[in-house]
């Protein structure tokens, strides 16, 4: 069993046991996720096997895709995407590649400002682009190194 206390601004929020170690990762995860308003944000997972480890930020906990199944196939995300596509007439909006010039571009839609760290943007048509792959791909890579200077 694995016993998590959630912490907001050392108040404690809550304890909850998990069954399994990635149970437990995944609700410190979106408790951070879920509280990034917040000024100060713990999390404390204690277990026979563990021992117990402290959590202060998002980046020390091992789980690192914010339910990507749920949320890519939620209904409000596929029609926001759809309009996000309209919107930028399926062109990707750094190179202007799109299905009409070559049929083997993959278009996706970005997230300007990700949604690990903006959550509430997630389903913002203005916070959504239209990317290639490769864009998409370049600019993922870039925010992950500049990730603590935004
Ligand atoms: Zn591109």
């Not at 998590?4 to 170690?21: C, E, G």
């Not at 990635?22 to 204690?46: M, P, Q, W």
């Not at 409000?76 to 049929?103: F, P, Y």
Request: aromatic share 8%.
């Amino acid at each position: 069993m694995f016993n998590v206390s959630f912490f907001i601004n050392n108040q404690r929020l809550k304890s909850k046991s998990y069954k399994t170690q990635k149970g437990a990762y995944k609700a410190i995860y979106r408790h951070f996720v879920d509280n990034s308003a917040a000024s100060f944000i713990h999390a404390i997972l204690t277990s026979p096997e563990l021992g117990s480890e402290n959590y202060t930020h998002i980046e020390q906990v091992p789980f690192d895709e914010p339910s990507p199944i749920s949320f890519s196939l939620s209904k409000e995300w596929i029609k926001v995407r759809a309009q996000a596509l309209a919107r930028d007439k399926s062109c990707c909006q750094i190179c202007g590649a799109s299905k009409t010039v070559d049929n083997n571009v993959v278009l996706e839609v970005d997230h300007i400002k990700e949604r690990a760290t903006h959550p509430e943007l997630a389903l913002q048509l203005s916070n959504l682009q239209t990317l290639c792959s490769v864009c998409h791909r370049a600019k993922t890579n870039n925010f992950i190194g500049k990730k603590d200077n935004q």
